[in-house]
Each structure stands twice: as structure tokens, then as C-alpha cells.
């Protein structure tokens, strides 16, 4: 087998169906499996899956047991030559597997790659490309100037050599993953990633960032952004820094004072959902019950010039492939202070996310 797809879902429903429903399309002629592990999800996500996707591997885990643990038990039962592990708030093309598997296959020495995400609004999410976040780059980007952090030397569209990927989309070899021990387990969530792609290198192994293909990541889906986010983040820098960096009392003194106030002077950042005027659908025509729930204009189309401004675009996925919809949101004008929302493909609800803080929005039809 080629590749195994791994998801580590908790409590995300919805953006999981989506993602599966993207992910289907993506590996239809490709030798591979989906596995998906739930960190016991109080939602309906383990009924829907066992309903909508019956061939999908399911391991139902009897707790939470964090995103590094959890995906580690994914691999474990995993079959292909190639891992990869994605985000269940992710959208993937329908050729994203396939070129990143056709570079993989010509490159040596290879660690793991990533590839350019973009926002639930189309926006570039710079983490998609990282610098190793030393200590001075990592107080520097708390302190506002990223230049460091990221690995702005490369361009968004090309393809390169980099330091640190993001956990919401990583495809190695798994061989290679079993090779540095997989996800260090001391990180609960958020660090994994980078102490993952720290680990690669330090085995002697490239890590690439392909961005020759793009997918959406909903950012910020499983977890809000308050003061338990905060704490779990400095937590596993903290981790990351004694595992990697250790040099001294004194410096351990000075990260950790660091680290302590960053999360003592941060801000909680507040998000603003965005109330359309109107909807204009994607699609050869209108459902009759969409157009009921909604209760607001709904124009037809498939053309950008056509889009007035504060509008919200529907991406009805029965009749546009997911490229399409990904390249679309990326090349929307900038003034017209868009959003977007997906129909997926044989359901009734649309879903999307106006930003990175916010919860995502689901509507539901019937």
C-alpha cells in the first residue's frame, strides 16, 4: 500500500465529514487507506463515520489522549509505505496526495513535507513554513516581529528546503516516522509538530515545503483560543525548549521567566463572524430548503466578476471539485470583504470559518 491518510478527530463532526468526503476524492487513484482515531468525541462524529463511512478504519479511543499519543495509534495500524498526517478541519484537492507523493518518490534523504494552507477565508498561514523557533527568533515573534519564525526566505508558491512543519498536514515515510519514535508523547497538544520536524533533522533527514498545492485548513476548530489554549501552548514550548535546549540553570531560568510572560501579558484575541448581505451559490441551482434556511438573496453563478461585495460565496461541492473551491478562495479580490462556505457533497448543511479565532459555522437544512 501506498499511502495511509492520518486523523486524529475530537469533537469536530462536521469539518470531519468535509474533510473525509475531500480526502476520498484525493487518494481515488492512489493504493491507500483512511484511518481515523477519535480521542472520545462527545459529539455524533463515531455514529456519522460508522453511517457515511463505513469502510474507513475507526479506533475509538475511551479518552482524550492528546494529538501526539492519538496519532501515534494511528500509525501504528497504519499499512503504507507513506504516512500522512492531516487535521479533520482540513480540505485537501483532489491531486494534492499525487504531487506530493511524485516529489516524494524523486527525492533523497527525505524527512517529511508540507504543503501551503490557507485560512477558511483564503489567507495564507505563514506556519505552514518555519524557522526551528530558538530562543531569540521565538521572543522576538512574541514580541510581534515574526521574520525569524518563519521561513519567509521561501515564497509562498515555490518549493523548498525547510526547518519546521505544521502538524495540520505532514507526509513522510513511515519508516522514517518509526525511525525517530513518532510523536513525542509529552506533548499533549500543540509542539508535536515542531519537535517532530526538530527530531527529522537532527536525524540527518530534509524536511520540504511543496507549494505547489494548496488546502484549507479551518484553524483553531478543536480548540478556542482562551487562556486554556494559551496554557497548553506555553507549556509545550517550555517542554520543547528542556527537551532541546537545555544548557544551564541561568538559561533555563531566563526561557522559563520568558515563556511565563508571554503567557502572563498575552492578549486573548476576540474574532468577529461575519454577517453576509448576501449569498451567492456556486452551483447549477438552488435547493429549495438551503434557500428557506438562509432567509437572505441568493444569486447563482460560478464567476468571481459576478460577486458584489460583503458577500458570502457557497461552494456547492456537488457540482465544483475541490481544487476549484481551493483555488477559487485564493484568488478572490481583496475588496470585496468575501467569506465562504462550503455544501459538501451529498449532505445538508454548509460549513466555514470567517477566522482563526472563532469557532467555524455550520448550517443545517432538512
Same mark, same amino acid.
Given at each position: 500500500?501506498?499511502?495511509?491518510?492520518?486523523?486524529?478527530?475530537?469533537?469536530?463532526?462536521?469539518?470531519?465529514?468535509?474533510?473525509?468526503?475531500?480526502?476520498?476524492?484525493?487518494?481515488?487513484?492512489?493504493?491507500?487507506?483512511?484511518?481515523?482515531?477519535?480521542?472520545?468525541?462527545?459529539?455524533?462524529?463515531?455514529?456519522?463515520?460508522?453511517?457515511?463511512?463505513?469502510?474507513? &478504519?475507526?479506533?475509538?479511543?475511551?479518552?482524550?489522549?492528546?494529538?501526539?499519543?492519538? &496519532?501515534?495509534?494511528?500509525?501504528?495500524?497504519?499499512?503504507?509505505?507513506?504516512?500522512?498526517?492531516?487535521?479533520?478541519?482540513?480540505?485537501?484537492?483532489?491531486?494534492?496526495?499525487?504531487?506530493?507523493?511524485?516529489?516524494?518518490?524523486?527525492?533523497?534523504?527525505?524527512?517529511?513535507?508540507?504543503?501551503?494552507?490557507?485560512?477558511?477565508?483564503?489567507?495564507?498561514?505563514?506556519?505552514?513554513?518555519?524557522?526551528?523557533?530558538?530562543?531569540?527568533?521565538?521572543?522576538?515573534?512574541?514580541?510581534?516581529?515574526?521574520?525569524?519564525?518563519?521561513?519567509?526566505?521561501?515564497?509562498?508558491?515555490?518549493?523548498?528546503?525547510?526547518?519546521?512543519?505544521?502538524?495540520?498536514?505532514?507526509?513522510?515515510?513511515?519508516?522514517?516516522?518509526?525511525?525517530?519514535?513518532?510523536?513525542?508523547?509529552?506533548?499533549?497538544?500543540?509542539?508535536?509538530?515542531?519537535?517532530?520536524?526538530?527530531?527529522?533533522?537532527?536525524?540527518?533527514?530534509?524536511?520540504?515545503?511543496?507549494?505547489?498545492?494548496?488546502?484549507?485548513?479551518?484553524?483553531?476548530?478543536?480548540?478556542?483560543?482562551?487562556?486554556?489554549?494559551?496554557?497548553?501552548?506555553?507549556?509545550?514550548?517550555?517542554?520543547?525548549?528542556?527537551?532541546?535546549?537545555?544548557?544551564?540553570?541561568?538559561?533555563?531560568?531566563?526561557?522559563?521567566?520568558?515563556?511565563?510572560?508571554?503567557?502572563?501579558?498575552?492578549?486573548?484575541?476576540?474574532?468577529?463572524?461575519?454577517?453576509?448581505?448576501?449569498?451567492?451559490?456556486?452551483?447549477?441551482?438552488?435547493?429549495?430548503?438551503?434557500?428557506?434556511?438562509?432567509?437572505?438573496?441568493?444569486?447563482?453563478?460560478?464567476?468571481?466578476?459576478?460577486?458584489?461585495?460583503?458577500?458570502?460565496?457557497?461552494?456547492?461541492?456537488?457540482?465544483?471539485?475541490?481544487?476549484?473551491?481551493?483555488?477559487?478562495?485564493?484568488?478572490?479580490?481583496?475588496?470585496?470583504?468575501?467569506?465562504?462556505?462550503?455544501?459538501?457533497?451529498?449532505?445538508?448543511?454548509?460549513?466555514?470559518?470567517?477566522?482563526?479565532?472563532?469557532?467555524?459555522?455550520?448550517?443545517?437544512?432538512?
Amino acid at each position: 500500500m501506498k499511502l495511509s491518510v492520518i486523523i486524529l478527530n475530537y469533537n469536530v463532526r462536521y469539518f470531519l465529514e468535509l474533510c473525509l468526503k475531500s480526502v476520498e476524492a484525493a487518494v481515488a487513484n492512489i493504493e491507500a487507506e483512511i484511518i481515523v482515531i477519535d480521542n472520545h468525541s462527545q459529539d455524533d462524529s463515531c455514529k456519522m463515520l460508522k453511517a457515511k463511512f463505513p469502510s474507513i &478504519n475507526l479506533i475509538e479511543n475511551k479518552e482524550n489522549l492528546g494529538f501526539s499519543k492519538g &496519532n501515534n495509534i494511528g500509525v501504528s495500524q497504519a499499512k503504507g509505505e507513506y504516512i500522512c498526517i492531516l487535521n479533520p478541519d482540513t480540505v485537501v484537492a483532489e491531486d494534492t496526495f499525487t504531487k506530493i507523493l511524485n516529489f516524494a518518490e524523486k527525492t533523497n534523504n527525505l524527512g517529511a513535507i508540507g504543503c501551503k494552507l490557507i485560512n477558511g477565508i483564503g489567507e495564507f498561514l505563514p506556519e505552514s513554513k518555519r524557522h526551528i523557533p530558538y530562543v531569540n527568533a521565538a521572543f522576538k515573534k512574541i514580541l510581534g516581529n515574526s521574520n525569524d519564525y518563519y521561513a519567509n526566505n521561501l515564497k509562498q508558491n515555490e518549493v523548498g528546503e525547510v526547518e519546521v512543519l505544521v502538524g495540520a498536514f505532514m507526509l513522510l515515510k513511515r519508516e522514517t516516522f518509526n525511525k525517530i519514535n513518532g510523536f513525542d508523547e509529552d506533548y499533549f497538544m500543540y509542539g508535536e509538530d515542531i519537535d517532530l520536524s526538530y527530531k527529522l533533522i537532527k536525524a540527518g533527514f530534509k524536511n520540504y515545503y511543496f507549494g505547489e498545492t494548496t488546502i484549507i485548513h479551518y484553524k483553531g476548530e478543536s480548540t478556542l483560543k482562551n487562556k486554556f489554549y494559551a496554557r497548553r501552548f506555553y507549556g509545550a514550548m517550555k517542554i520543547f525548549y528542556k527537551k532541546h535546549f537545555k544548557r544551564n540553570y541561568f538559561f533555563d531560568v531566563f526561557v522559563n521567566l520568558g515563556i511565563a510572560g508571554a503567557y502572563f501579558f498575552r492578549t486573548n484575541p476576540k474574532g468577529i463572524r461575519k454577517q453576509p448581505n448576501r449569498y451567492f451559490l456556486v452551483s447549477n441551482s438552488v435547493c429549495d430548503k438551503l434557500k428557506s434556511t438562509l432567509k437572505k438573496p441568493i444569486e447563482l453563478g460560478n464567476s468571481l466578476s459576478a460577486i458584489k461585495p460583503e458577500t458570502e460565496v457557497v461552494f456547492d461541492a456537488n457540482v465544483i471539485d475541490f481544487k476549484q473551491i481551493i483555488k477559487f478562495m485564493e484568488t478572490k479580490p481583496n475588496n470585496l470583504n468575501l467569506s465562504f462556505k462550503i455544501l459538501p457533497n451529498q449532505s445538508n448543511f454548509i460549513i466555514g470559518s470567517d477566522d482563526t479565532i472563532c469557532k467555524g459555522e455550520i448550517i443545517e437544512f432538512n
